[in-house]
């Protein structure tokens, strides 16, 4: 068993990381649920995963998979739910389920009675690695994504990686490339890990899976610890290859098309050929990164990710990015592997003209 600390004064909690847990979840959450289990889930975990809790007294709550459960109606849908059962503000939730089903019930546990607690049994690598893990809470609005949301930190964190062997090989290489991440924004060794151990975590071999994990989720709580909401520029390193995933992602429709994983190793691909383009990071760490995502079967550029569009457009869509301040949307470059930073240098022209060069 491996427990990482989030260390946030009032609101700090564990991360506890370990093969079977989900089996233990009775036993492991009873400081937070004794006379009942609320569990938040969806229709594909709900069959894959929900059978493993076993609890006298478990409630679940289905709701269906996707993307489009982060909306509105669900949120309402969750919360009258709640409300019926007469949650208390004493009580936890717990969700069960990929990032769609944790940034749902972590904003619903956010506004219901002003605020109830949450547990976090993440099923995907994604939500493994990073969204468990931070306390960014979210839904979708029509003007775009993750655009209605909240700061609430879970209570705790259970994670059992032998979910994952249930889990589709596409969204489990999609997760790996927020794990890649954590490398390339600033542990180069860990880079070097990853290019060395990446298939056999891919193929699911157990110790690579935990090792990476164990090391994703203490980088994670290294950074929220230090910058929990976002207000130093060191959480927003966390957003490396974000802002031309987004892009893509709104090109596909936020869709199967390309998974958010997929969207961001594009956007990470692009952010390294960027900065080597400007002359910010050797050509040879640029082309260090597109290879190991090319070799794992990862998108690194638009191309690769089914996208066609000319640049204009692209850049068009970051315009709308929610971090744009004084009319500049941050970008997250580097300097080399394990070296990004923020720049708030970067004018869209010059973005859509780059992403014109690769395209030609
Ligand atoms: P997801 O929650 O939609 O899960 C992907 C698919 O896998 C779903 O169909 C789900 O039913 C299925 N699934 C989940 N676990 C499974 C398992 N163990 N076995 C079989 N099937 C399983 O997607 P995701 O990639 O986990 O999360 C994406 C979402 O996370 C996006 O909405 C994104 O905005 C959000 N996100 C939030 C943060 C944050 O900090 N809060 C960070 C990154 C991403
Ligand atoms: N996934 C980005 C963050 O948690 O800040």
């Known amino acids: 068993m491996t427990i990482v600390p989030v260390s946030l004064g009032a609101r700090s909690y564990d991360v506890l990381i370990e093969a079977g847990a989900l089996d233990r979840a009775t036993e492991l959450l009873a400081p937070y649920a004794q006379d009942r289990l609320i569990v938040i889930t969806d229709e594909t975990v709900a069959a894959a995963q929900l059978p493993r809790m076993r609890h006298p007294n478990l409630v679940p709550i289905v709701l269906p998979a996707g993307e489009a459960t982060k909306s509105w109606r669900q949120l309402e849908s969750l919360c009258d739910r709640l409300l019926e059962l007469e949650v208390e503000r004493g009580e936890h939730v717990v969700a069960l389920g990929g990032g769609v089903i944790g940034d749902l019930t972590g904003f619903a546990a956010a506004i219901v009675k002003r605020g109830i ?26 003007a775009g994504k993750n655009l209605i949301g909240a700061f609430h930190q879970p209570s705790f964190v259970l994670i059992d990686p032998t979910v994952l062997d249930t889990l589709p090989a596409r969204e489990l290489r999609a997760g790996y490339a927020e794990v890649v991440k954590y490398g390339l924004i600033d542990d180069a060794n860990f ?11 891919l193929a699911g071999d157990p110790d690579a899976r935990t090792h990476a994990i164990a090391h994703s989720v203490s980088a994670k709580a290294r950074i929220v610890a230090a910058d929990e909401r976002e207000t130093a520029d ?41 900065s080597a383009e400007r002359g910010l990071c050797p050509e040879g760490d640029a082309a260090r990164v597109v290879e190991h995502l090319r070799r794992l079967g990862l998108p690194h550029d638009a191309v690769s990710a089914g996208v066609g569009a000319p640049g204009e457009r692209l850049a068009a869509h970051m315009a709308h ?35 014109d060069r690769l395209r030609a």
């Open 234 to 274: 060191l959480r927003a390193l966390l957003n490396l290859g974000h802002t031309f995933g987004h892009a893509l992602e709104a090109e596909t429709g936020f869709g199967a098309a390309l998974l958010h994983g997929e969207a961001v190793a594009a956007g990470m691909g692009l952010a390294f050929r960027f």
């Open 191 to 201: 880079f070097a890990w990853c290019d060395q151990h990446a298939a056999a975590l």
């Open 321 to 355: 990015d929610k971090k744009k301040a004084g009319g500049r949307v941050p970008f997250i470059l580097a300097r080399g592997i394990g070296q990004a930073f923020v720049d708030k240098s970067a004018e869209l022209g010059e973005v859509a003209e780059f992403l």
């Open 117 to 142: 607690g949450f547990v976090q049994i993440p099923t995907t690598l994604l939500a493994q690695v990073d969204s468990s893990v931070g306390g960014k809470t979210a839904i979708n609005a029509r």
